[in-house]
């Protein structure tokens, strides 16, 4: 079955430190993946997409078929980038029409 | 442009009752997608509409049905509620039916007492 793991539900680091927020996917195929971001009070958001290999607000990820692993990484953290984290693989017949997401990871950065 | 809007904000309803939510998606975009987000857990798909029809279903009881109007906003009804049907209602739309990239609403509380 398709399915997102996020195995950590909180990660907290200092400003300035690095995060790798984890994701697993299980998928059999080429999977596309998404990475969105919902920051306090706010709407869940798309943060960057696998496909268009962007680094949005310093975050990347790289995708990696034989660990079946989409990492989130950012090498120096901001208080800003505190939020809730979610991975999602989209899914469907005939395109993609639905999104299976992680259960989720928050980053705390603190000051 | 607001965003895809949703309402209500938060409601309360009593076991076997039925609700109703409601979602306009951004103008122009023509696929509503919905989702039950309870709490600690990802959001989880429940429907998508596009162009007015059903064209993809979780896996979620015949209780939950929505449908999608002219003007492409959506409904998403739930009867005969249980306690377990509490959770955060997200609608998301897009332009394509693609889910590539769907942006959300601010989602509606249910909670069922």
């Known amino acids: 079955a398709q399915r997102v793991t996020q195995p950590e539900k909180l990660l907290s680091v200092f400003k300035g430190a690095p995060v790798e927020l984890k994701c697993n996917y299980s998928y059999s195929g080429s999977p596309e993946l998404f990475w969105y971001v919902q920051y306090s009070r706010q709407r869940l958001q798309l943060l960057l997409r696998?496909?268009s290999r962007e680094s949005i607000k310093g975050f990347t990820a790289d995708l990696n078929k034989g660990e079946t692993s989409f990492h989130l990484k950012k090498p120096f953290a901001q208080e800003e980038d505190s939020a809730m984290y979610y991975c999602?693989?989209?899914?469907?017949?005939?395109?993609?029409?639905?999104?299976?997401f992680g259960a989720g990871t928050r980053l705390a950065v603190h000051p | 442009d607001a965003g895809v809007t949703q309402s209500p904000t938060h409601l309360i309803k009593t076991r076997g009752q039925q609700v109703t939510l409601r979602c306009s998606p951004i103008s122009g975009h023509k696929s509503v997608s919905w989702y039950q987000q309870v709490l600690g857990q990802g959001p989880q798909f429940i429907f998508q509409?596009?162009?007015?029809?059903?064209?993809g279903r979780g896996n979620f009881p015949d209780r939950f049905s929505a449908r999608q109007f002219p003007n492409y906003s959506s409904e998403l009804n739930v009867n005969a509620l249980l306690l377990g049907d509490s959770a955060l209602y997200l609608c998301a739309s897009s332009y394509q039916r693609a889910a590539d990239e769907q942006y959300f609403g601010p989602g509606t509380r249910l909670t069922v007492t």
């Open positions: 509409y596009y162009e007015k029809e059903e064209r």
């Open positions: 999602a693989l989209p899914l469907g017949s005939g395109g993609y029409n639905k999104l299976i």
């Open positions: 696998h496909i």
